[in-house]
């Protein structure tokens, strides 16, 4: 049996088919987790039902969430998105509510998946507590109305006196949005672009010296722009297939990195 994670998919289904030829996936015997944003992309409806169809172990991302909330008329489709595929399935609120009783966080027995990260003030065991009190909430039937209160930059601190929607919105912001952070601990939620551009006032999320949850490996995705990175205890997997560039596999057992070339390269 072998354990493999996997980076951000964003609806690229012929190139994550490829990559599991690659790496031999047999889905009798190994594990699959992926890193989240399985949506958003050119094939968003395949990926979506072959994940449902297998059961695969997946974080949620912010492209995911946001899909919640397009189905759910609390937001507009992008100009950026390629969803109407999946938007005109005739199965769509199936596969949405199948994808939104998906945890925002996985432990494994060395490590964690996440889509993005955790901030710095946070244990590995607050982050499981919060990322539970995030999934009650998404997978219950008030999804409609706590949906709304996801969507913000603020607050941009942690506090444990935090309640409603704040203390949600800053939990999804930091599971599946941010990529730096200030270095008092602030969320920055504007940042977007390749570590170099990390400007000083800004630590990227695995240059915190403090961060509580750093006796932990740390697997995420989300940040296409720092590509595949392996380092101060963190493995970052999204290597951009969306853009063109290539789908990531990590083998836990033995550490070892597949990659798959974008079919839209």
Known sequence: MATYVIGDVHGCFRTLRA????????????????TGDLVNGPDSLAV??????????????????????????????????S??????????EELVDWLRTRPMLIRLETAAVVHAGLL????????Q??????????????VPDVLPGLFGNKPKTWS???????????????????????ADGRLDMKFKGS????????????????AR???????????????????NGVVGLDTGCVWGKALTAFRLEDRAVFQEKSERA
């Open 129 to 142: 507590e919060l990322a539970r009190e995030l999934e009650t909430e998404l997978g219950g039937e008030r």
């Open 195 to 210: 570590p170099r551009k990390v400007v000083d006032g800004q630590l990227p999320l695995f240059e915190v010296p403090s």
């Open 83 to 92: 969803l109407d595929d999946l938007l005109a399935a005739p199965d769509r």
């Open 48 to 81: 979506l039902r072959w994940a449902r169809d297998h059961n695969v172990e997946t974080v949620l991302g912010n492209h995911d969430i946001h899909l919640m909330a397009v189905v759910h008329g609390i937001r507009g489709i992008r100009k950026s998105d």
């Open 160 to 182: 444990d006196t935090l309640a409603g929607d704040q203390r949600l919105r800053i939990v999804v912001n930091a599971m599946t949005r941010m990529r730096v952070v200030k």
């Open 213 to 231: 949850s750093a006796d932990v490996e740390l697997f995420f995705g989300h940040w296409a722009a720092l590509g595949y990175y392996e380092g």
């Open 19 to 34: 990559l599991l030829e690659r790496i031999e996936w047999n889905p009798h015997r190994d594990r699959l987790i992926f």
């Open 120 to 127: 710095p003030q946070w244990t590995l065991e607050k982050a």
